[in-house]
């Protein structure tokens, strides 16, 4: 505990270059954003785009990026003059950052030498520091001689390691301002060509075009030439600076490490052999790399950067908690976090670009599950639409990435799916869609013909004529596509619509079911429906008069009767008798009505008796033309009262026409006697609502009265002769 309080410095220098170094990454990140963006919109904006590939439109960004604008016309563009001002902020940004991480750096080397001097003396008492201001850590004297002397020799050696440091950061600080300068230099030497190119350019583009074009290639080359000649030289220069200073470190702390541990035994072995200790001592984490695990270099405080060049890999400084963050921050790549078992989710937070997920072999679906869209896959180098179906897309995800119809369709997306993304009719046509199948997709007739399907198509596609009528096709459209004339009718054409598209004969309008009325108004004649096959009904219906049915062939009364025309117009058309209208049917009441009035002519004709009477003819009219029995009167429906008034005065006469007792009686026959005397039975007189008394007065003999039932008071089944005799009797009920 006394270890790690006498250690801690009053800003944590450490932590400070790491917070910058983050900062950098996150700056990086909205860079490489920003990128994405720019490239989606040059996609999305710009003809042809798609026909280039990924490494062509990040070679054009970055030209505009370096020269500070684009090419003309796209520099007139809002979002381009947008990105690059943007661009140039956050370079400059991003520059001072460096400038800081570099000095934070070198202020973490001495403050490393500085905590490690310090801890050191303070695990041996009594030893004189070198620091003045670390004397009141000192808690006692050491007694030892030979110790004291080895300690002071450790001193001088710290010190100079601390020298060596110091010098190495110095030299690193020096490398870095002469590339700098050297940079902006060379900046200035290429703006200066570029200056005087573009103006050599103006002077001469009224001359040549051509010309201009091959000096600022040549500019641009020669500035490219001088740029990575100096940058190799450059880095070969800070390379032999870093090795030789590295050389010299490795030494130094095999020197202090050995001396330490000879030195400091005892008590102070465990500390002495950890982590923590050989770090303040200045020993790097390649020496402990192999001595020592993940976690306890880690907890010493050793860097991800460190331990990542010391060999450590993802998977080790995962294993001891190392974050996302601090790993991706340390320099690993994609696909060393991904072998270390880290999601491509985790990767995106800490803002692994999809083109550095993608190389770290990370597949379009776990992209997608990541939570990256359509359009972003494909900016990072998932250039198919097949490619991102695959991955679990929906169509208008992938339409959203600026994908075709076409590709859409060649990827494997169903018309329904295109139709769900958002694509017309139209547009689904002309990349060789059936209308079949785009029925099957729920587009609508209109959509079809709108998309300009024909009749023709859209039927075999399994439309309905009323459908495809209701969108405007017209009769002729759907003839030519083969509809019927009955098709036509059912679609809601009229006879008139149909006829007039080439089904000019009744034979075709009658079997596509149009009424014979319909037929009629569209000017077929009587002749054309009777030739289609139609009944002389449906002629009389249709509205034919009973003469043009008779032209046409229906001669006789009886059809002209059938086809439901009246007496009095088949009379009209030359049947002008009696006997004809009544072979034909007609009955004697219509006879008359068509100008048969007189009985005479009916009875002539074949009319019964019945049929004249209900013609309206009287008795007595019926009785004169020779129905002269009163029987004959009575079979034709006519009353007793009304054959009595025409001269059958007697009650014999009418019952042998047929009346019964009861009808006699009631015409002015009402004694029981008189209907006796022309034969009527006791039963009859019963029925005629005579008592048996009364029946009994007239002669009735007791047994013909028991017959027709009666019955006496004193028998049920029969009359006795005491109530015989005093007509006593009733009948049964």
């Not at 009323?466 to 004339?485: C, E, I, N, Q, R």
Request: glycine share 8%.
């Amino acid at each position: 505990m006394a270890v790690a309080r006498l250690g801690s410095t009053p800003a944590s220098t450490r932590e400070q270059a790491r917070t910058l170094q983050l900062q950098i990454a996150g700056l990086d990140n909205e860079m490489t954003a920003a990128r994405r963006e720019i490239v989606l919109w040059y996609l999305r904006t710009f003809r042809g785009a798609h026909e280039k590939t990924e490494d062509e439109i990040n070679a054009l960004i970055q030209r505009a990026e370096h020269k500070g604008t684009f090419d003309e016309p796209i520099s007139f563009l809002t979002e381009a003059a947008a990105y690059i001002g943007t661009f140039a902020k956050r370079s400059a940004q991003r520059k001072d950052l460096a400038e800081a991480l570099a000095e934070e750096t070198v202020a973490v080397h001495k403050a490393a030498s500085a905590r490690a001097a310090c801890e050191l003396r303070a695990l041996a008492p009594g030893y004189e520091p070198l620091d003045r201001a670390a004397r009141s850590l000192v808690t006692g004297k050491v007694t030892d001689p030979a110790l004291s002397v080895l300690l002071e020799d450790f001193a001088d050696l710290r010190v100079l390691e601390e020298a060596t440091a110091l010098k190495h950061a110095a030299a690193e600080q020096r490398t870095a301002e002469l590339i700098r300068d050297n940079e902006e230099r060379l900046k200035e030497s290429i703006a200066a060509l570029i200056r005087e190119s573009e103006e050599r350019v103006t002077k001469q583009f009224a001359e040549s075009q051509a010309h201009t074009a091959a000096l600022i290639r040549e500019s641009e080359e020669r500035a490219a030439q001088r740029q990575a000649k100096f940058e190799e030289c450059a880095a070969k220069s800070q390379e032999k600076s870093e090795e030789r200073a590295a050389k010299r470190l490795a030494q130094s702390e095999t020197r202090a490490a050995a001396m330490l541990e000879n030195v400091l035994g005892g008590p102070f072995a465990a500390l002495m052999r950890s982590a923590f200790v050989a770090r303040m001592t200045g020993v790097s984490a390649a020496t402990l790399r192999g001595r020592y695990s993940a976690a306890e270099m880690s907890a010493a405080g050793f860097s991800v950067a460190e331990m990542k060049a010391a060999g450590l890999t993802a998977v080790d400084l995962k294993a001891a908690g190392v974050t996302a963050v601090e790993l991706k921050a340390g320099g690993f790549t994609a696909a060393e976090l991904r072998t270390a078992g880290l999601a491509a989710a985790e990767m995106k937070a800490v803002g692994f670009a999809i083109a550095e997920l993608r190389a770290g072999g990370f597949t379009a679906t776990e992209l997608k599950a990541a939570g990256f869209t359509a359009a972003e896959l494909r900016v990072g180098g998932f250039r198919t639409a097949a490619v991102l179906k695959t991955a679990g897309f929906t169509a208008a995800e992938v339409k959203a990435a600026a994908f075709t119809a076409s590709k859409l369709k060649t990827a494997g997306f169903t018309a329904a799916e295109l139709k769900a993304a958002g694509f017309t009719a139209e547009e689904l046509k002309v990349v060789s869609f059936t209308a079949a199948e785009l029925k099957t997709a729920g587009f609508t007739p209109a959509d079809l013909k709108t998309a300009g399907f024909t009749a023709a198509v859209l039927k075999a596609a399994g439309f309905a004529a009323a459908a495809l009528k209701a969108v405007g096709f017209t009769a002729a459209d759907l003839k030519a596509a083969g509809v019927s004339a009955a098709g036509l009718k059912e679609a809601g054409f009229t006879a008139a619509e149909v006829k007039s598209v080439g089904f000019g004969n009744a034979v075709d309008l009658k079997k596509a079911g149009f009424a014979t009325t319909a037929l009629k108004a569209v000017g077929f004649s009587a002749a054309d429906l009777k030739a289609a096959g139609v009944s002389a009904v449906d002629l009389k219906k249709a509205g034919f008069t009973a003469a043009e049915v008779k032209a046409v062939g229906f001669v006789t009364a009886a059809e002209l009767k059938a086809a439901g025309y009246a007496a009095g117009e088949v009379k009209a058309v030359g049947f002008d008798n009696a006997v004809d209208l009544k072979v034909a049917g007609f009955t004697a009441a219509e006879v008359k009505a068509a100008g048969f009035p007189a009985a005479a002519a009916l009875k002539t004709a074949g009319f019964a008796a019945v049929d004249l009477k209900a013609a309206g003819f009287t008795a007595a009219e019926l009785k004169a033309v020779g129905f002269a029995t009163a029987a004959e009167l009575k079979a034709a429906g006519f009353s007793a009262r009304e054959v009595k008034a025409v001269g059958f005065a007697t009650a014999a006469v009418l019952k042998e026409a047929g009346f019964t007792a009861a009808e006699v009686k009631a015409v002015g026959f009402p004694t029981a006697a008189e209907l006796k005397a022309v034969g009527f039975t006791a039963a009859e007189l019963k029925a005629a609502n005579f008592t048996a008394a009364e029946l009994k007065a007239t002669g009735f003999v007791q047994t013909s009265l028991w017959l027709a039932g009666a019955r006496c008071a004193c028998h049920n089944n029969k009359v006795c002769q005491a109530h015989y005799d005093a007509g006593a009797m009733s009948w049964r009920e």
